[in-house]
Nanobody, 130 residues
Framework: VQLVESGGGSVQTGGALRLSCAFS????????MGWFRQVPGKEREGVAG????????????YVADSVKGRFTVSQDPVRNTLYLQMNSLKTEDTAMYYC?????????????????????WGQGTQVTVS
């Protein structure tokens, strides 16, 4: 599995960005896809996730309380792409943002936001809010 993030950049407080994550190398459906962020010296933090599989839990989204109401996770299964719409950005949102994939359904929302749950990671895209 290869994951390539894009869409990061510098933005002023209150602004918006949309991150994209292109998935390739395996069948997209059936993965739990997640967005994480990390600043130097701190642990990687789960931001949002979505289950791409069919059946129970299909399309379920998971959003961390710290960004709920400002960030929205979505996907385009045709393009095998995951998105993170970030609105009302704050300086504390400044971080490297990573896309991740796990070839299974999440057991719970908590699992979907745990870095240890994921097998594959992108290289990250930097978001700077000032």
């Amino acid at each position: 599995v290869q994951l390539v993030e894009s869409g990061g950049g510098s933005v002023q407080t209150g602004g918006a960005l949309r991150l994209s994550c292109a998935f390739s190398g395996a069948h997209y459906r059936g993965h739990c896809m997640g967005w994480f962020r990390q600043v130097p010296g701190k642990e990687r933090e789960g931001v949002a996730g979505v289950y791409t599989g069919s059946g129970i839990g299909s399309g379920s989204t998971y959003v961390a309380d710290s960004v709920k109401g400002r960030f929205t996770v979505s996907q385009d299964p045709v393009r095998n792409t995951l998105y993170l719409q970030m609105n009302s950005l704050k300086t504390e949102d400044t971080a490297m943002y990573y896309c991740a994939a796990a070839p299974r359904a999440p057991m719970s929302a908590a699992f979907a936001l745990m870095p240890q749950y994921y097998n594959y990671w992108g290289q990250g895209t930097q978001v700077t809010v000032s």
